[in-house]
Every structure is written in structure tokens, then in C-alpha cells.
């Protein structure tokens, strides 16, 4: 699968290619090569490999910025269950098993939602349901324990916004455009045109056309590092951080829900009314 993965894109450049090439034979035989060598083709593929620049520095900021965020996402989430956790060593009475339980179905949810099987606005929800359980701790923790439970909790959201913020906005889209219309001329002015002798214009034709072509798909690939729901997508960022976290997370959620270590039951302060799940 990471060898299909790796070449996948090659292959889609190259079925353009061949297009290209197909219909460049077509059109010598035919004797449609009408457009002359211009002095002025160089300066257009220029100016077109310039803006693709332009536009792959643009991404790749955000890409760069987009690796470390499962990384931040799994290190919220280990650091809120090993708080809780050092609840129950300061409080051996403390029932902490509900919130390392609902840790733990978050990271699994997280992984859906990065796969699009699960919404944004429910999964914030769950990040929410976080509160409840801190709250019902409140009788056991103590109150700077709390505060940095609730400030790993808001950096959690922030990443998650921070990534649903990349993963739904492209970059510059006027640019895409420009780029694509002059990728798609330049493919028509290299078939049209007449280079002697014609083995080299085949050469040049199936080069420049790969470039453009394989540049403006990087690009777009580039452009959403969280693509693993699309079918075409190639390059994305890897989930491995997330996805050993959630195994961790599942491990410490067993081991302090067992009965015991005081069940799963909710861990509600009795003097209080918060409602229970």
C-alpha cells in the first residue's frame, strides 16, 4: 500500500503525459502544427513555473505546520490522561475511570474525524464533555491540577480548529486557476507547434508538460496534508503519533476502569448536581 501510495502520482502525471504525447502524433501526421517557435514560449513557461513557485512555498508553510499536529493532538491527550491518573495515585478513591474512558473514545474519534467519518461540531462536543468530568473531580484534585487539566484542554481545541482551519481552506484559489489555464495553453502551444527535427519536439513536449503537469498536482495535493478521505490524495501527513497514542490510551482507560481499580463508574462529586451521563 505505501508503494502504490509513493508512485501514485507519478502514474496520474504520466496518464496526462501520454495524453499530451497521443495527441501531439496525432496532430503531426496530420499536419496541424501551425504555431512557429516564438521567442515569447520560453518567457510564458517562465512566468507559469514562476507562479507554481509562488504557489509551493504557499502550501508547503502550511504542510510543515500540519506534521507537528497530530503530533500535538496525541501529546494533549496523554498529558490529560496522565494528570487524571495522578489523581488516583494522590486519591486512591478517586474515580477516574469515566474520564480515561471518554480520553480514550476521544483519540479513536479524532482518528474517524481526520478520515471524515466524523463530524467537526460532534467531535468538539466531546471535547466539551471533558468540563463534566474535571468538575466532578473538583472533590479529589486539587486546584492547580485542575486549572492545567482545563489549559490542555483548550489547546486540544485550538488544534483541532487550527486543523480543521487547514484541511478546509486553499491557498490562493485565483492562482490554482491562473496556474491551470496556463498549464492547460502551454500543453496546446507545445502540440501546435512545429520543432524540427520531431523526435526532439517529442522529447521536449512529454518533458515540460510532465513538469507543469506534476507540479500543479503536487500542489494541489500539498495543499489539503489531510487528504486520507480522498481516493487520489498522496501527500499527507502521518496519523503514526495519533494512532500509538489511542493504543496507549485504550491500555490506560482498561487498566483504570477495571473493577479493580472501582469500575467505570461516573465520577460525580456527591454533593453536587452535575448531571450524569
Same mark, same amino acid.
Request: glycine share 6%; aromatic share 10%.
Given at each position: ?32 502544427? /501551425? ?11 517562465? *512566468? ?26 496525541? *501529546? ?6 496522565? $494528570? ?13 475511570? !469515566? ?29 466539551? #464533555? ?7 473531580? #473538583?472533590?479529589?484534585?486539587? *486546584? ?16 483541532? /480548529? ?10 490562493? %484559489? %485565483? ?25 526532439? %519536439? ?22 489539503? !496534508? ?8 498522496? #501527500? ?21 476502569? %477495571? ?11 456527591? $454533593? ?6
Amino acid at each position: 500500500m505505501a508503494t502504490n501510495n509513493k508512485y501514485r502520482l507519478l502514474l496520474q502525471v504520466s496518464a496526462f503525459v501520454a495524453v499530451v504525447i497521443g495527441a501531439k502524433l496525432l496532430v503531426h501526421f496530420l499536419g496541424w502544427e /501551425i504555431i512557429p517557435v516564438n521567442p515569447l514560449f520560453p518567457g510564458i513557461l517562465a *512566468a507559469n513555473v514562476f507562479l507554481m513557485g509562488f504557489l509551493l512555498s504557499g502550501v508547503m508553510s502550511d504542510f510543515k505546520e500540519s506534521e507537528r499536529l497530530p503530533g500535538e493532538l496525541s *501529546a494533549c491527550l496523554e498529558n490529560l490522561a496522565q $494528570d487524571v491518573r495522578g489523581i488516583r495515585m494522590a486519591k486512591p478513591e478517586a474515580n477516574v475511570g !469515566p474520564c480515561l474512558i471518554l480520553l480514550s473514545q476521544l483519540s479513536r474519534d479524532i482518528l474517524s474525524w481526520f478520515h471524515k467519518k466524523h463530524g467537526t461540531a460532534e467531535l468538539l462536543e466531546h471535547v466539551n #464533555e471533558l468540563t463534566l468530568q474535571f468538575a466532578a473531580m #473538583e472533590q479529589w484534585a486539587q *486546584a492547580v491540577l485542575l486549572v492545567r487539566l482545563k489549559q490542555e484542554q483548550g489547546n486540544l481545541r485550538r488544534t483541532l /480548529i487550527r486543523t480543521y482551519t487547514i484541511r478546509e481552506t486553499s491557498f490562493v %484559489s %485565483s492562482g490554482y486557476l491562473l496556474a491551470d489555464l496556463i498549464t492547460i495553453l502551454l500543453c496546446i502551444g507545445l502540440v501546435l507547434s512545429k520543432i524540427e527535427p520531431f523526435y526532439e %519536439s517529442l522529447f521536449f513536449v512529454g518533458v515540460i508538460s510532465y513538469l507543469m503537469i506534476f507540479l500543479i498536482m503536487l500542489i494541489r495535493d500539498l495543499d489539503n !496534508p489531510f487528504g486520507y478521505y480522498e481516493h487520489y490524495s498522496v #501527500e499527507n501527513v502521518s496519523l503514526k503519533p495519533l494512532e500509538e497514542a489511542a493504543g496507549r490510551l485504550a491500555q490506560i482507560a482498561s487498566i483504570e476502569a %477495571s473493577p479493580l481499580n472501582g469500575g467505570a463508574e461516573q465520577c460525580t462529586a456527591p $454533593d453536587t448536581d452535575l448531571p450524569r451521563r
